[in-house]
Structure formats: structure tokens, C-alpha cells
């Protein structure tokens, strides 16, 4: 029996009552919390134990014996290794409603608090949304890393992921293998702007370009948009070919256009990310010439809008390029007036800090999955502004942010889901606090 693990032996009959935030059923066994990958609220499934902890353990289904009638084939013949997505087993309603759940229990249970409305929420694609992605490379296969364990599953078309970038997939698999007979490759990713796709390739030295040029070349279609290739060794990029159109993203009910570049964040869901500004927006009221703060403001994908729009905008964002791209977008777009930029570390702000920056009308948060904890908690309520717009991509961190706002006198005027991300267990919202 050596090198076999007991506990992948132990099999167990579940029912299943529950969901959780990472989109795995919760059931109860021998008085302790099963989390079970792959099965939905109402099933009795067989299941193989992953882990055991004193509390709770962790398993995968195996055997669905009583099916949800919610569950569907999933698409993609990756599913089952691919840890990609992690909802296919689960029809698009099931999605919808397990995840608005799993948001209003994270609120109550850890925030306390719960929305006064609860607005409809906002659906996109169920497929080939994704803009952008990161791939793994294994010095043979192309793909993404496994469910279980650290592999790499080789994937040659992908279902979420924008058609002209999934189509390239099998391409792209072949130019790294041609790289790699000559240095190794520390990561891939790609993001399709706008007006151009963009593959970049890091590299652990500078290579002979011809692979790259003469796939660029096979690539580029006489109808839709060019490719651009940039192989990355250190602070060096080589672009092929290097007068490509930007990569950037048009914000067009503003009549804004924000170039980026790949380690720049921008939202993955291009489509839902305009409705979400124009929501964003709207759920704020910012009358023109209201000071607005912008908390995690990246690229200015909402402080250039809001300038737009007349209000006077401070954008603070944690990370000198992202700043410096901001600056310039409203230099370009004539906003230079309305609205700056300033960098400032975000997970340890001061309310002296705060105080420095002046009195705003109107916040607005869009922070990344650790959440606004310090922001929130730096916020002095004397001081506070009367609408705080919060974009979350966490609901344990929005909860936990919303407990804090909650002591100083704020509650959760609205609040609504954005399903940005189908096929995965990731929860976007958008909510409102006012006091």
C-alpha cells in the first residue's frame, strides 16, 4: 500500500444541503462539515474524502445518486480535470440563485447586515466572455492548472474564453514548444484589447524572434482583428510587430478609450464591465462638480467616467504604473482638470492620510479580493461622505468591510449581483451605503 493515501479510500454517502462560496455543496456527517466539489444543494452523492480536519473535511463527488434537477452535462470535455471553472455540472438559473445566496449569507453571517433592496442582477454571456487569461506551461503542455494538485491539464480550445483567443489555443501550444527548445518559459498570458489580441510570453532569456515572427504572420487575418507578440525577458519586451495597434478598452458611452498592458488589472468580462460602470454611476448620483474619491481606482476605469460626467475626481490607486497610465489617459481625453491621480499603499491608509486628501461627497471602492479593511476602518464618520459605492469581487471581505461601515452609521441601501464570471464560483456585486 505504500504511496496510496488512506484517505482517498474513504468513501462516503452525503446529502447534500448547502452551498459555499467556493461553489462546493456542504453537507453533515458524524456531526462535522463535509465541503463537497462538484455537487449541488438537495443531492445524495457518493463522495471520496480529500482532506479530514478536526472541524470539517474535504471532498469530491464521485457518484451523483439522487441528481438536483439543476444539474446539467457540463460543455466542456476539460471539466472534470481543469481547474478553470468550477459551475458547469450547475444550469445558468442554479448559478444565479446559488450565488446570490452565498452573497446574502456571507453579509449576514459575517457583516451582520443585509440589504434594504435587493435589485435584480445584472447577466452577461455564459461563454466566450473572458478577455483575458493566464496559462501554464509545463515544458510540454499548454493549459491550466489541474483541480487537484499543481499539473498542468492541456487545453486546445476554451469555452469561457473569447473566441479569436480560444481559436489560437493549438497555435500557441506549438510556438511555445518552438521557444522552448531554447530557453524556458516562465509564463503565458493573453488579452484581447479592442483593436488587437495580444499573446506575451515571459521568458528566462532573450531567444531568436523568427518563431514568433513568422507565427504572427500565419496569424494575422485578412478580416478581424491583428495579433501582437511580446516576448518578455526581464524589464526587455520584444513586440512582434511592433507598430500593432494599442491594447486598450473602449469605455464607449463616455467616449473614453484606456490603453493597458498585461499585468495591468482590467475586468475580464469586457461587456459586463460597461454595464457595471454605467451602473456604478447611477447607483452613486454624483451630481456635476460633487467631489468624488476613487479607492483602487487602476486605469481610471470609473474616475474617467465620473469626470465625464462633470463630477471632480481624485482616483488613488496602489500601484505607480497603473498611476502614471490614469494620469495620461486624462491628459488624452481633456479630463487633466477634473480629475487626478495619486498613489498611496490602500491595506495601510490612516485616517491623517485620509484627511490630507480633503472631504469627499461621494466614495467609491472597487478593491481587489482582500477587500477595503483598513480604508473602512480609517474612515472617520464625522468626515465620511453620504454614498459610498462598493464593487466587490469577494463576498467574506465585502461582509467583513460592511460590518466596519455598518459601526460608523452606514447601511446597505442597495445591493445586486453581477454575473461576470458564469461557469465559476467567483461573485461580483455592486452595493450601496448611505446613512
Not at 453571517?109 to 440589504?115: A, C, K, L, Q, Y
Request: proline share 6%; hydrophobic share 45%.
Amino acid at each position: 500500500m505504500r504511496g496510496f493515501s488512506i484517505l482517498a479510500m474513504t468513501i462516503l454517502t452525503l446529502d447534500i444541503t448547502g452551498f459555499d462560496y467556493e461553489a462546493r455543496g456542504v453537507a453533515r456527517h458524524d456531526g462535522k462539515t463535509h465541503f463537497v466539489s462538484g455537487a449541488l444543494p438537495g443531492e445524495r452523492v457518493t463522495a471520496r474524502i480529500l482532506e479530514n480536519k478536526k472541524r470539517y473535511a474535504t471532498a469530491e463527488a464521485i457518484d451523483i445518486l439522487i441528481p438536483s434537477p439543476e444539474r446539467v452535462p457540463p460543455a466542456c470535455p476539460h471539466y472534470a480535470a481543469c481547474g478553470g471553472c468550477a459551475l458547469q455540472h450547475a444550469s445558468d438559473a442554479a448559478q444565479h440563485r446559488l450565488k446570490e445566496t452565498v452573497w446574502l449569507e456571507q453579509l449576514a453571517r459575517i457583516g451582520g447586515i443585509r440589504p434594504q433592496t435587493v435589485l435584480p442582477a445584472i447577466s452577461g454571456a455564459d461563454w466566450h466572455y473572458r478577455a483575458r487569461t493566464r496559462l501554464a506551461w509545463d515544458g510540454e503542455h499548454l493549459g491550466y492548472r489541474a483541480r487537484a494538485g499543481n499539473s498542468v491539464v492541456p487545453i486546445m480550445h476554451c469555452l469561457t474564453l473569447a473566441p479569436a483567443l480560444s481559436a489560437r489555443l493549438p497555435d500557441i501550444r506549438a510556438l511555445c514548444a518552438a521557444l522552448a527548445r531554447r530557453t524556458a518559459i516562465l509564463g503565458v498570458d493573453l488579452s484581447a484589447g479592442d483593436w488587437v489580441n495580444v499573446l506575451r510570453i515571459r521568458l528566462r532569456e532573450a531567444v531568436d524572434a523568427r518563431p514568433a515572427q513568422e507565427a504572427v504572420a500565419a496569424w494575422h487575418p485578412e478580416d478581424g482583428q491583428p495579433w501582437q507578440i511580446r516576448l518578455q525577458h526581464d524589464a526587455e519586451t520584444v513586440a512582434i510587430p511592433p507598430d500593432a495597434p494599442p491594447l486598450a478598452y473602449q469605455l464607449p458611452d463616455y467616449d473614453l478609450t484606456l490603453p493597458y498592458a498585461p499585468d495591468d488589472f482590467t475586468q475580464a468580462n469586457k461587456a459586463l464591465n460597461r454595464r457595471l460602470v454605467s451602473l456604478a454611476l447611477a447607483t452613486l448620483e454624483a451630481e456635476a462638480g460633487a467631489r468624488v474619491m476613487d479607492f483602487f481606482c487602476g486605469l481610471g476605469n470609473f474616475s474617467l467616467p465620473l469626470a465625464r460626467s462633470g463630477a471632480d475626481v481624485l482616483g488613488i490607486e496602489g500601484v505607480d504604473e497603473m498611476v502614471a497610465r490614469a494620469t495620461a489617459n486624462a491628459a488624452v481625453h481633456g479630463l487633466a482638470d477634473r480629475c487626478r491621480f495619486t498613489r498611496a499603499d490602500l491595506f495601510a491608509v490612516t485616517t491623517k492620510q485620509l484627511r490630507r486628501w480633503g472631504r469627499a461627497d461621494y466614495w467609491l471602492l472597487d478593491p481587489p479580493r482582500a477587500g477595503a479593511q483598513a480604508l473602512c476602518t480609517a474612515l472617520d464618520p464625522k468626515h465620511g461622505p453620504a454614498r459610498i459605492a462598493y464593487v466587490s469581487c469577494n463576498p467574506g471581505t465585502l461582509a467583513r468591510d460592511a460590518a466596519i461601515l455598518s459601526g460608523k452609521g452606514y447601511c446597505i441601501a442597495s445591493g445586486r449581483l453581477l454575473h461576470m464570471f458564469a461557469q465559476t464560483a467567483h461573485v461580483e456585486s455592486l452595493l450601496l451605503f448611505t446613512r
